[in-house]
């Protein structure tokens, strides 16, 4: 008896495994994988600007313009005429949920214009939020945007329909529920779980096993695993064992369909290295007075880099500070769309549509470096792993909050910034930015009047007139440390809304 079982048991494993091995997900045609997203439905798309998007199912379902009324989930919404914008600007996506608008002025028009309902969400929210969902967990907790609009429910996310964005806001977000741990406040996030998700990876087998390439991954591998029909394109599919197992990013337990690839991937913005002077120094008689400013505070900021240190840079000027480092000072630069061990721009000829930047710009790795998805970008920087993060600012209060995301009449999105300062003890918030605004108003107030992106996260300012520390790990407060030459502390209090105390051993800011 027992070796009659036996044999049966054998023979059920043996059609088991190879019906499986033989059970192919590849669809002969995009439009045939994507037949079954219906209107109304929720769609995880993978990406992160154009990099990583799957076009080529997108396009499909461009084509099935009876699919309507989509809320649709990714970091923003493409560019104007590529990527996840196709499906806007023909009328299929109803709501969107993503971390930034950036510069799609059709994207903007529909949001201002309440023809598009739009629930800005962090970056890493967004991606925990589809980790959740992948690993059959209802909600999370998270720092980001904690003592915000975001967890004060007053984020504009439907305006009145008018011609020209002039609209009053009859929507705002959902006021996030609360609770402290170990004394610091964290807001809870439902799990985005996707009726379907389009997902572009490089290679893919025939039982739907998946593999990124460099920054591709982003959202893609959280994605993936967060939709009840997860749908690939592949630039190349292989047979079964043709990819190593360690290799797989995405086990084909979550893939449900398999296509050939076939848009063509674009390149958002080109950024190439430019030849320095042998000492570095740009020549200042051919700088505007702007352009002066912006490079002082860049060759002070970079001062600021020690041996050894693991930072993130935020766009615009702190992308500019690791130029002016010392050659004695290795710095491991993080990019929040998924690298550690950023390098520079790429010459000329050799950018490669796969690596780029948070700001979307084209670069290259460091030897040594690592690249991961979205979900793991930003669980170290949570976890305070990243050491220092530079970013620009509107405004700074003196007791370090910030303000970086939105101002009146103007909401881009909030991006990864909201992350980034959400552990300011353990990564140390550095802000640069002008002192006063074009009207000469000060930027450094008692209190910011624009939506804050974090409270009491910033440790240091540096201005074109000043540098500040600000103690935030006990009651706020500024504390001048640095003046510029020409300046005095009678002219810095004038054009600082805050008050502050002057150090004792204050001193004159040194970029040479």
């Not at 769609?43 to 992160?48: A, E, N, P, R, Y």
């Not at 997902?199 to 591998?221: E, H, Y």
């Not at 047979?239 to 337990?253: D, T, Y």
């Not at 990019?335 to 780029?356: A, C, M, R, T, W």
Request: some cysteine; hydrophobic content about 40%; glycine content about 10%.
């Amino acid at each position: 008896m027992f070796s009659v079982r036996k044999h049966i048991t054998k023979a059920l494993l043996q059609t088991r495994f190879y019906s499986a091995a033989a059970r192919s997900k590849v669809y002969a045609s995009p439009d045939e994988a994507v037949k079954d997203v219906k209107s109304g439905d929720l769609v995880l798309s993978g990406g992160f600007g154009i990099c990583g998007i799957p076009d080529t199912l997108i396009s499909a379902l461009q084509k099935r313009g009876n699919v309507k009324d989509l809320t649709v989930v990714s970091n923003n919404c493409g560019i104007e005429g590529k990527g996840l914008s196709k499906l806007l600007e023909n009328g299929q996506i109803s709501k969107f949920i993503g971390s930034y608008v950036g510069g799609n002025k059709f994207f903007e028009a529909a949001y201002l214009n309440g023809e598009l309902e739009l629930e800005l969400t962090p970056q890493g929210t967004i991606a925990e939020r589809c980790r959740a969902a992948g690993a059959g967990i209802p909600a999370v907790y998270t720092p980001a945007g904690a003592n915000t609009w975001l967890e004060q429910g007053k984020i504009p996310t439907l305006y009145a329909k008018t011609s020209d964005g002039s609209g009053a806001v009859i929507k705002t977000n959902t006021p996030r529920e609360t609770r402290e741990f170990n004394g610091r406040k964290f807001v809870l996030e439902n799990a985005l779980n996707g009726d379907v998700s389009l997902i572009k990876a490089w290679k893919a087998d025939t039982l739907g096993n998946l593999v990124f390439r460099a920054t591709s991954n982003n959202f893609n591998g959280a994605m993936a695993r967060a939709g009840k029909l997860t749908i690939a394109e592949a630039e190349e599919i292989v047979e079964p064992g043709e990819i190593k197992p360690e290799e797989v990013h995405v086990p084909g337990v979550y893939v449900h369909r398999v296509v050939k690839s076939t848009a063509k991937k674009d390149i958002e913005i080109v950024k190439n290295s430019s030849p320095k002077s042998s000492d570095g120094a740009a020549d200042p008689a051919s700088m505007s007075a702007s352009a002066l400013r912006r490079e002082k505070i860049v060759r002070r900021a970079a001062q600021e880099f020690k041996d050894g240190m693991f930072a993130n840079l935020g766009i615009g000027m702190p992308t500019l500070a690791p130029n002016h480092v010392s050659d004695d000072i290795h710095v491991i630069l993080q990019s929040e769309n998924g690298i550690l061990g950023l390098g520079p721009y790429p010459e000329p000829g050799k950018e490669d549509p796969d690596y780029i930047n948070a700001g979307k710009e084209t670069v290259t790795l460091d030897k040594g470096a690592s690249v991961f998805g979205s979900e793991e970008s930003f669980a170290m920087i949570r976890a305070g792993k990243i050491d220092m993060s530079i970013l620009g600012a509107m405004q700074v209060s003196g007791n370090g909050d910030l303000a970086n995301w939105a101002l009146p009449g103007m909401i881009k999105g909030m991006g990864g910034a909201m992350d980034l300062v959400a552990n300011p003890l353990n990564t140390r918030v550095v802000v640069v930015m002008d002192h006063v605004d074009k009207k000469g108003r000060p930027k450094i107030l008692k209190e910011c009047q624009f939506p804050l992106t974090g409270s009491r996260c910033v440790s240091r300012i540096i201005t074109d007139l000043a540098v500040f520390d600000v103690d935030i790990a006990n009651n706020g407060g500024l504390t001048l440390i640095e003046i510029a030459e020409g300046e005095t502390v009678e002219s810095i209090r004038e054009k600082t809304e805050a008050p502050f105390e002057v150090s004792k051993d204050l001193k004159t800011i040194d970029v040479l």
